[in-house]
């Protein structure tokens, strides 16, 4: 069964503690993974498609990197504006829907 | 604003009222998603459509949930009958013939 799963589920950091969170998939045939941002009470906000191994995207403060088994999600020298969900989705070969993780968490304390 | 917009943004139902939500996409997107998201979890698929015709629905999707999109523009989602495990954000995405896909702000649904 295809499946996306993210961790941690929750992360805390200081401002300016950089970290990464990850995001690892069983699809057949990967045809793109989508990193969102989602902040509370509103939709996802598209950040960045990564569309094969080794691939990488950069925005501001956010790097996407992408394997075969798993992806990162790097942030460097976070700020407070950072915290939000972020959320990673892989298309199903021969359909057009999205499987989501369940997110994680970002707080970033001053 | 040139993105996708959905209406109402909140909407308060009793268990067993039949509810309407809309979603205009953007405007050159030809493929419109439905999802549904509750706390804590990401987004699950609903439906699809490519123009007008519908072309996939989830098993989340019962017979009480119908979605249309007349002529291939805005998108409506009905739920008859609601019960309380329908209360949950109701989020509409589209896409222009490729795979990213771009979210309104969501429905968020609360069925007493």
């Known amino acids: 069964e295809d499946q996306v799963t993210q961790s941690p589920e929750a992360l805390r950091l200081q401002e300016g503690e950089s970290s990464s969170l990850n995001c690892s998939y069983t699809?057949?045939?990967?045809?793109?993974l989508f990193w969102y941002r989602q902040d509370p009470g509103k939709g996802p906000e598209f950040l960045f498609t990564?569309?094969?191994a080794g691939e990488e995207k950069e925005k501001e403060r956010l790097k996407a990197t992408l394997t075969k088994k798993e992806s990162f999600l790097h942030i460097t020298a976070p700020k407070p504006e950072d915290s939000a969900t972020y959320l990673c989705?892989?298309?199903?070969?021969?359909?057009?829907?999205?499987?989501f993780g369940q997110g994680t968490r970002l707080t970033i304390n001053p | 604003d040139t993105g996708v917009s959905q209406d109402p943004r909140h909407k308060i139902t009793k268990r067993g009222q039949n509810v309407t939500f809309r979603c205009d996409p953007i405007?050159?997107?030809?493929?419109l998603y439905w999802y549904r998201q509750t706390l804590g979890q990401g987004p699950e698929f609903l439906t699809y459509?490519?123009?007008?015709?519908?072309?996939?629905k989830s098993r989340l999707l019962s017979d009480r949930f119908s979605a249309e999109r007349p002529k291939g523009s805005f998108s409506t989602l009905e739920i008859q009958r609601t019960e309380q495990g329908d209360s949950a954000m109701y989020l509409c995405a589209s896409s222009l013939s490729g795979y990213e896909q771009f979210f309104g702000p969501g429905t968020r649904l609360t069925v007493l």
């Open positions: 989705a892989v298309p199903i070969q021969g359909a057009q829907k999205l499987v």
């Open positions: 990564l569309y094969s």
């Open positions: 405007s050159e997107h030809n493929r």
């Open positions: 459509f490519q123009n007008e015709a519908q072309l996939e």
């Open positions: 699809v057949s045939g990967l045809r793109g």
